[in-house]
């Protein structure tokens, strides 16, 4: 039997409580602090993924892609794109076969980073798609985090400038929550799915 609902209404998400990110939030905007976040991902088995893009409001304008998230249950990194670039040693964990990346609408994110510079990503998994043999079908991340761990995370922040020469706290909380919130949805299916399986 499964756990979890197939959708979720509007009413019944505004009812739920709001959670964001509460570990360490690592800005990340120069080499040295490049050398230390590869250190800490290359030795994690699944991380969060998303990016952020300074929204347009011009018809026919368009942004790269200014932010990467990569977060593991107690530490985000978000790496500013703009200063940071997408160097071989970041690449790498985005390349990595052994290192599965999680998040939702994952497809643009990977096109818009290799905008920047090429790599040929692995080890990926699409929420929208895992969710599916839960018989989920609701894909949104706000909804997918209402109906999995039963929280609503706020989405207050997603057109703010995320080019700005200095996030605040508002900002780095909803680009590290984005990224984390991924990843728990997954460890939660997962490990349901862990247990459903070892009681047939």
């Known amino acids: 039997m499964n756990k979890f609902a197939k959708s979720i209404t509007k009413d019944e998400l505004n009812e739920?409580?709001?959670?964001?990110?509460?570990?360490?939030?690592?800005?990340?905007?120069?080499?040295e602090k490049i050398i230390e976040?590869?250190?800490?991902?290359?030795?994690?088995?699944?991380?969060?993924?998303?990016?952020?893009?300074?929204p347009v409001f011009k018809k026919g304008q368009r942004n790269g892609v200014s932010i990467l998230q990569l977060?593991?249950?107690?530490?985000?990194?978000?790496?500013?794109?703009?200063?940071?670039?997408l160097p071989k040693s970041l690449k790498n964990i985005l390349n990595s076969k052994e290192i599965i990346k999680i998040g939702v609408a994952i497809k643009d994110d990977i096109i818009?980073?290799?905008?920047?510079?090429?790599?040929?990503?692995?080890?990926?998994?699409?929420?929208?798609?895992?969710?599916?043999?839960?018989?989920?079908?609701?894909?949104?991340?706000?909804?997918?985090?209402?109906?999995?761990?039963?929280f609503k995370i706020s989405k207050s922040k997603r057109l703010s400038n995320w080019e700005s020469e200095i996030l605040i706290e508002s900002q780095l909380k909803y680009a590290a929550t984005d990224a984390w919130a991924s990843l728990m949805v997954y460890k939660e299916l997962y490990e349901f799915e862990l247990i459903k399986d070892k009681s047939l």
């Open 16 to 31: 739920l409580p709001v959670k964001s990110f509460e570990g360490n939030i690592h800005v990340i905007d120069t080499k």
């Open 37 to 54: 976040a590869v250190k800490f991902l290359e030795n994690q088995k699944v991380i969060g993924f998303d990016t952020e893009t300074k």
């Open 71 to 85: 977060s593991s249950e107690n530490d985000a990194f978000i790496f500013k794109l703009k200063l940071t670039k």
């Open 112 to 150: 818009a980073l290799k905008n920047i510079s090429d790599f040929e990503p692995n080890s990926f998994i699409e929420l929208q798609h895992y969710v599916k043999k839960f018989e989920i079908q609701n894909y949104s991340l706000q909804k997918l985090t209402a109906i999995v761990l039963g």
